[in-house]
């Protein structure tokens, strides 16, 4: 009953590495628009690096939450387009989601549970005469239209039982009296999104310590302005995460960090 | 009745300085759309410099004749987000608008009048556990979004009676033959828009003389075409203010000009 | 009774060189939902380098296919704006197009045949006192929109008979044992297209040499994951036209190629 409540979707998000200087994006919309002109189109953003199919994973996963439930997700991050890489669509917790499987899941599949996989083998919902160079636009986007109209996962092809690929999306190492994690993304402001889950920082917040190599900041903060202008300051991102950012400041300029680099949490005695 | 008419909206606007590269805009429409789902998401823009309010405030003012008149429109340009700073809704002059009460009004204020504004003291329209980093997602957008179903203003929060925050958008000084203002916006293609209203500058348009530095332009042009390829040209912008443009050329790069810089008009005789 | 069939359009596209940090795009949509709330607006790409009209004829075309028949693109890269050129609006093979007469249907009259084409000088579908430095949002956008809700095109204006303007869009030069054309567009991965349609390439693809100054790479592949990392690749691209790229690296960039690079095609015996 819920999920046929949950059948037809109004709203399709797409995220890719295309940019916005050539038609692909405007084109799979085109594609989309042919097949369920009723649908809602939002990007998520389409300036992930080029192929950084691990940036992507974790953006993906911080987005889907501010969707309906029933909203199709496409990621077009496909390096491997035209290899024997597969093509999937999956209803994984509460999300739909639709790509290449690369490891674009990674993220999401740390916090969330398969329900169901199919690989996309069924010809028949494709764009025709699909391009080697563009699946996003021929088999991914006609797919996830397709789905929008009420159609059924298992019609797509074949169900899928094997492991779905994920990459090293590392997770935050636990001490004694300190946790190790690492930036993850960094966003227009230059603020620093780390793949820390403050929830599991929450007693004690002031004697808190964020170290990103010699950078410190002490206590965990609220909001940008608990701080003087252009003072470092640590708080929980937008995502749920530990952000460290400058108010009114470019912290990734200032402190120098990049994607990947360390950032050690410290505190004394016992954090819940 | 002519209120009635326009209760329901049928598109929502964003302004904002997230940039396109993180997924901040995205969840937006996310939210809009699991609120009013047959709501047109359009973007103005959401390139503003990072937390430049005053010039999100001449860029804000400049697009809302575009749109229907129902259309509510939001800006979030927040520097101060999580602190005592009011969020606020409000009808003035024909737009109803949604946005911190921080200056991002400062201009439309120059020309508008007030006719209703409300505090979003009310959570019951915000999203559950509303992130101190993002009321943009969290409190704007589903209040933006409820009002366009035919909400009325008054139940979002308490009637605001005190002045809203303005900041010093400059007005032209006028002398005797000459009146001195200020490029408040430059253009993708390098064309310095300014705050002067051309509408006070018609009689003898020939005369004019403008000047930035020791940079001159004579006469008002109608058109980039009036002048030859890589010559300057003063003329009516598409906002109405005055623009100093280089046929096909970079204003702003040939003339070395950026915004705050100030542009003096200069005449003989009098100037209706 | 085809043509009453496509006599509306849900799907209105833009296509302009205006960037996404002004509000232009998104007072062309306002205008547009103004006249039909219930277009879907997709941009096409609003970062065609300013005024480079060739360069969008290139993109515009290959962009429609992707989209419903009866979709209506405007493109807007005019820098004749407010000169004596015209305004247009063309139904040619089965695209409904409109936009400046400039040459920004070069590349299209290049495969399709104009079937009816007016010139836009009617001004009761124009927005009241249009910009002279504006005519996208104020003559181009209202009347696409007013096409869409079914409109005859012969409403807006006489019809047009003499030729349209079209810009030197070069084309491939076939010799005997070589065929040589030009890089004609760039996109964000760096991958070189060109103008040489691969259709006419298909016979002993593994005997092609493609020449760009003294760079060479062998035989033509079906995807970028034929070939191992960091390796160059001719391949044909989603538009249908030849494509050199590195394998997850950037093309562009390793060979130092720019838009209007000559690039040759060399075979032994005869190509079909």
């Given at each position: 009953m819920a999920a046929a409540t949950l059948s037809t979707a109004n709203c399709l998000t797409f995220l890719t590495d295309f940019g916005?200087?050539?038609?692909?994006?405007?084109?799979?919309?085109?594609?989309?628009?042919?097949?369920?002109?009723?649908?809602?189109?939002?990007?998520?953003?389409?300036?992930?690096?080029?192929?950084?199919?691990?940036?992507?994973?974790?953006?993906?996963?911080?987005?889907?939450?501010?969707?309906?439930?029933?909203?199709?997700?496409?990621?077009?991050?496909?390096?491997?387009?035209g290899s024997d890489r597969q093509l999937i669509a999956a209803e994984i917790g509460p999300y739909r989601l639709v790509c290449p499987d690369n490891g674009l899941l990674s993220v999401i599949l740390q916090r969330a549970t398969v329900r169901r996989v199919v690989t996309l083998d069924n010809p028949k919902w494709w764009r025709a005469n699909p391009a080697d160079t563009f699946h996003g636009r021929d088999i991914l986007t006609p797919v996830a239209s397709a789905w929008s109209l009420g159609h059924d996962l298992s019609e797509f092809g074949a169900l899928r039982t094997s492991a779905l690929v994920t990459l090293a999306a590392a997770q935050p190492q636990r001490g004694k009296t300190s946790l190790t994690g690492q930036i993850v993304q960094?966003?227009?402001?230059?603020?620093?999104?780390?793949?820390?889950?403050?929830?599991?920082?929450?007693?004690?917040?002031?004697?808190?310590?964020?170290e990103i190599g010699a950078f410190r900041v002490e206590g965990l903060s609220r909001c940008y302005a608990d701080v003087n202008l252009g003072e470092p300051v640590a708080l929980t991102g937008s995502s749920g995460r530990l952000e460290i950012a400058i108010r009114n400041g470019n912290a990734a300029e200032e402190i120098q960090a990049d994607c990947g680099r360390r950032i050690v949490v410290r505190w004394e005695g016992t954090v819940v």
């Open positions: 916005l200087q050539d038609t692909y994006v405007g084109q799979m919309k085109g594609v989309a628009a042919g097949i369920n002109p009723r649908l809602q189109l939002v990007d998520l953003t389409h300036e992930i690096p080029p192929q950084q199919v691990l940036r992507a994973a974790y953006v993906w996963n911080d987005a889907l939450d501010a969707f309906p439930p029933e909203t199709i997700h496409v990621a077009v991050v496909d390096p491997g387009v960094i966003d227009r402001f230059g603020n620093l999104i780390t793949n820390i889950d403050v929830r599991g920082l929450t007693a004690d917040t002031e004697s808190l310590r964020f």
